[in-house]
T-cell receptor, first 114, second 109 residues
């Protein structure tokens, strides 16, 4: 257990539905990252926050995806109008804002879109 | 694209040292080398990282060549529980991580 928690751990939804995932980082970590991982691939960066500010978004983050970190603590990732191609593991990580800062990952949320 | 190159897979006998290589020939002076591993269906687990000097912790040792163009992760006494995909990542301060496909290490009894 790294101290990063994600909820839910598994989500099955039908195409076209909206889903929301939550990430609770390690409490003293300013930075929070979202990644997506499909079968057989390494994780791919989606977006990251420093405190409540969203500082970078990948081109993978289409307009159906939105992430928030309203109080600089937990974060949510919402996918609207899900598609089968959204089926993946969604990983959250957190880190301190120091040079050489390692990221600590949560267990992930596995999304299956039927 | 990932800035690192790793072998696709490796085998290691239980109890022996596992040496996992990584090439990062385009590494910049301010970029660190990080190693993570991922056991099936779990989130990546941090192992170790370094900038220039060799590093050791309770899990592993990291050997970085003098020119910093390659590194080796050493698991001194591999166990069956070390079977996982190992990722080598190069990243500088404030950058997100770019993962490649990693090395699938199989520890054999």
């Amino acid at each position: 257990d790294t101290g990063v928690s994600q909820d839910p751990r598994h989500k099955i939804t039908k195409r076209g539905q909206n889903v929301t995932f939550r990430c609770d980082p390690i409490s003293e970590h300013n930075r929070l990252y979202w990644y997506r991982q499909t079968l057989g691939q390494g994780p791919e960066f989606l977006t990251y926050f420093q405190n409540e500010a969203q500082l970078e978004k990948s081109r993978l983050l289409s307009d159906r995806f939105s992430a928030e970190r309203p109080k600089g603590s937990f974060s949510t990732l919402e996918i609207q109008r899900t598609e089968q191609g959204d089926s993946a593991m969604y990983l959250c990580a957190s880190s301190r804002t120091t040079e050489g800062n390692e990221q600590f990952f949560g267990p992930g949320t596995r999304l299956t879109v039927l | 694209d990932a800035k690192t190159t790793q072998p696709t897979s490796m085998d290691c006998a239980e109890g022996r040292a596992a040496n996992l290589p990584c090439n990062h020939s385009t590494i910049s002076g301010n970029e660190y080398v990080y190693w993570y591993r991922q056991i099936h269906s779990q989130g990546p687990q941090y192992i170790i990282h370094g900038l220039k000097n060799n590093e050791t912790n309770e899990m592993a040792s990291l050997i970085i060549t003098e020119d910093r163009k390659s590194s080796t992760l050493i698991l001194p006494h591999a166990t069956l529980r070390d079977t996982a995909v190992y990722y080598c990542i190069v990243s500088s301060y404030g950058q997100n991580f770019v993962f490649g496909p990693g090395t699938r290490l199989s520890v054999l009894p």
